[in-house]
């Protein structure tokens, strides 16, 4: 079982930087590989970034690609993404998710593929 808790998410300006942050417990963190994904009411969830087990592969979005930045910490359970130069279509509700069934893989992930999700956090960007 793993756990996981968002937070970081809020109300910015179009060409702020925002850094979330995604806490996780249970199984051995740094034995699973660690998604970010968003979605818009309405829309499909949608991939992000994802992380292999020690940050040294990270696979993107498109989208996000050069604005945005996933890393880890495994000392503190916590996997991070950085979104600089937010744009109004950024926002969404984001969401951490964890493949316990990998440990060293970074890719394109389908929202169906990852084990555990958290509540997700809000991000708005709007001036």
């Known amino acids: 079982q793993v756990q996981l808790v968002e937070s970081g998410g809020g109300l910015v300006k179009p060409g702020d930087s925002l850094q979330l942050s995604c806490a996780a417990s249970?199984?051995?963190?740094?034995?699973?590989?660690m998604g970010w994904f968003r979605q818009v009411p309405g829309k499909e969830r949608e991939f992000v970034a994802s992380?292999?087990?020690?940050?040294?592969?990270?696979y993107y979005a498109d989208a996000v690609k050069g604005r945005f930045t996933i890393s880890r910490d495994n000392a503190k359970n916590t996997v991070y993404l950085q979104m600089n130069s937010l744009k109004p279509e950024d926002t969404a509700v984001y969401y951490c998710?964890?493949?316990?069934?990998?440990?060293?893989?970074?890719?394109?992930?389908?929202?169906?593929?990852?084990?555990?999700w958290g509540k997700g956090t809000l991000v708005t960007v709007s001036s």
């Open positions: 998710a964890a493949d316990v069934d990998n440990w060293d893989y970074a890719g394109l992930y389908s929202p169906n593929y990852m084990d555990y």
């Open positions: 249970g199984r051995t963190f740094s034995s699973y590989a």
């Open positions: 992380i292999n087990w020690n940050g040294g592969i990270t």
